[in-house]
């Protein structure tokens, strides 16, 4: 949901925002923009398109290029993408310059209101109304800029991070944040201001991470001072140490991001569990659960709240509590929930799913659950992300960046904190036998080589893929722990190779869905040794006799399946409740190839963006 930039200090601006930028393009990618101040003359591009139709539209168009700057890559919200609506944007005078990634949800309002005043606007966005409130204000009031910025914010409704500058002060940069997150990099005598830390990585490891409601006044070769938008009082930042390396934000030899995170797997499913189960013990030790222990098990329900790939994460999460651990469980999607004035009460445990921490509706339906004085816990990936700090307490799932578009391994990390949550409450519980509870220890520990395994039926699948590029519809089916796996599946391809397709459970097909095969009609079905093998069985004879192209995830050494499939993606056997780790492998590759063989851009999907940040 956009991305932004900013550089104050005494190298060149400009190389530092455009690099950053293109790390920040998975936050959104239809316009860039940048403006650059030298002290004397305000230099500003922009462009509908990516960061490299903006690279080179600079080299034509900007000269001095100075030494303070602020980028932006934008997914739309209010206007179409195109040149003019892209940031960043100038208020009226032509002194004020500002990135923006959030919503204003009243700029309606606020826009008559300066129309009147003799304001006038050139695009249709949210963001050139805030930058002309600011301006209106600081010239009403006759404060300086910080002071506008702050009487500004608190007469807007939604969401924002912003940066901004006057050309009056070539030694600042305002900065603001409330929803969207926002990091400032310390460096020497010099400051960087970004969406996320990638931008600045190479230059600093020192960062302060903007609370909601915060903003900061940046002035070169100074301390940072950072207040509460709110009030006057200023806040004593924390500066934090990050623990992100520029290898881990790059593609290391790989194509693409979503292709060298499918192959981290093995190796984040391990940094999820490090130090965390030790199997031979029997210890499952989660620090931010431990102290939690019998707010879970005293629940009368646990109500999961995610949205997207993290929702299927938490609908497999439902068969593991409800199978391991016994307590009732619901899953909704958090932008449903939070509309429906859910029932909630002080006896349910709320869980949140994010890999970004940043979701706008997860969020807000975290909110919600505080409210009603629910016990909520997060499971994010992005450290110090504003979900990990408005839950009660959570487990972070230490995948590293997820920079594709297309989450995978969120997903498989996300169940494995599920997983170890399951099997540490069963444990207290008493509702897993001991041999039970030792043999999934066990074969969590192993499942990254198994996740291993799955990758290495890589070429086969690319052979699939050939096959089957040209279908125009997928159908996916599975049955039970395999049911969210297949609708994860049938997302995966949707999204990044256009091709439409829907995952079901494998019963509810003669429900309706099996109007729609006939011999053009691909079927994916996970078909693995499990509680529902031979039901599975049966859903495919009924498939194959309406003529449909069975694709089958198998148990390896299956034989049955093999037979009435008319191609097969083998997986390793492990217990029934850990199978998604291994059976999303398949659906990820699949989806992977057959994107890249349609020449879809697979790390950045059109129409998408990594984090959500907008209702
Ligand atoms: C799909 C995908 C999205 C996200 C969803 C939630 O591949 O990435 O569906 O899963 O937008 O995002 P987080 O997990 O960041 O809250």
Not at 180 to 206: K, M, Q, R, W, Y
Not at 314 to 342: K, Q, T
Not at 452 to 465: M, S, T
Request: hydrophobic residues 40%; contains cysteine.
């Amino acid at each position: 949901m956009c991305g932004i930039v900013g550089y104050i200090g005494n190298r060149e601006a400009y190389p530092v925002i455009l690099n950053g930028l293109k790390r920040l393009e998975y936050r959104g990618y239809d316009s860039a923009g940048i403006a650059l101040y030298d002290g004397s003359d305000i230099q500003l591009c922009k462009t509908q398109g990516k960061v490299s139709d903006l690279e080179a539209k600079v080299e034509k168009s900007i000269t001095s290029k100075g030494s303070l700057g602020i980028g932006h890559t934008r997914w739309a919200t209010h206007g179409v993408p195109n040149d003019v609506n892209s940031h960043p944007h100038y208020s009226n005078s032509g002194d004020l310059v500002i990135i923006h990634n959030g919503i204003i949800e009243n700029y309606g309002s606020i826009k008559k209101e300066l129309i009147n005043r003799g304001y006038t606007f050139t695009s249709d966005t949210d963001t050139e109304v805030l930058v002309n409130l600011i301006e209106e204000i600081k010239k009403q009031e006759d404060v300086k800029l910080g002071k506008a910025v702050q009487i500004a914010l608190n007469q807007v409704v939604g969401a924002y991070a912003i940066a901004l500058f006057d050309r009056n002060k070539p030694d600042e940069i305002v900065v603001a944040k409330l929803g969207s997150p926002l990091a400032i990099g310390i460096g020497e005598d010099e400051f960087f201001v970004a969406s996320d830390a990638s931008p600045f990585i190479e230059f600093t490891n020192n960062a302060i991470y903007l609370k909601d409601e915060e903003m900061a006044i940046i002035r070169r070769g100074r301390e940072v001072k950072v207040r509460n938008i709110k009030g006057d009082k200023l806040v004593a930042p924390y500066i934090q140490e990050l623990q992100l390396n520029l290898e881990q934000i790059e593609k290391g030899g790989y194509d693409h991001f979503m292709l060298k995170e499918i192959n981290e797997q093995p190796s984040v499913i391990k940094d999820t569990y490090r130090g965390r189960l030790l199997a031979d013990q029997g210890i499952i030790k989660l620090g931010g659960l431990e102290d939690y222990i019998s707010k879970f098990t005293n629940a009368d329900r646990i109500i999961i709240v995610a949205c997207g790939t993290s929702w299927h994460a938490g609908l497999v999460a439902e068969y593991i509590f409800e199978d391991l651990v016994r307590i009732p469980v619901e899953v909704e999607y958090a932008s449903e929930f939070r509309y429906r004035n859910p029932i909630i009460t002080e006896k349910d445990v709320v869980i949140a799913i994010s890999q970004s921490g940043e979701t706008a509706d997860t969020l807000a339906a975290i909110k919600l659950a505080k409210e009603k004085g629910a016990f909520v816990y997060g499971i994010c990936n992005v450290v110090g992300s504003t979900i990990s700090r408005e839950t009660h307490s959570g487990t972070y799932t230490h995948a590293g960046p997820e920079i594709g578009v297309a989450s995978t391994k969120a997903f498989t990390t996300q169940i494995t904190v599920l997983t170890m949550i399951a099997l540490r409450l069963a444990k207290v519980k008493g509702t897993v036998s001991q041999s039970d509870y030792m043999l999934h220890l066990r074969e969590l520990e192993m499942i990254p080589s198994k996740v291993e395994k799955a990758l290495q039926e890589e070429d086969n699948i690319i052979q699939i893929a050939e096959i089957f590029k040209a279908a125009k519809n997928f159908l996916y089916l599975g049955r039970g722990y395999n049911f969210p796996v297949a609708l994860e599946g049938a997302l995966k391809l949707k999204e990044i190779s256009y091709i439409h397709a829907e995952g079901y459970p494998a019963a509810e097909m003669k429900h309706g869905p099996i109007a729609l095969i006939d011999e053009q009609m691909p079927v994916v079905v996970i078909a693995i040794n499990s509680n529902h093998y031979e039901k599975v069985v049966s859903n495919i004879q009924e498939i194959k006799s309406r003529k449909g192209k069975i694709i089958a995830v198998v148990t390896e050494g299956d034989t049955v399946v093999k037979e009435m499939a008319d191609y097969i993606m083998e997986v390793p056997a492990t217990p029934e409740a850990l199978t998604p780790l291994v059976t999303t492998i398949p659906l990820q590759l699949l989806s992977y190839h057959i994107a890249v063989m349609l020449g879809r851009d697979v790390d950045q999907p059109r129409n998408l963006a990594k984090s959500v940040t907008v209702e």
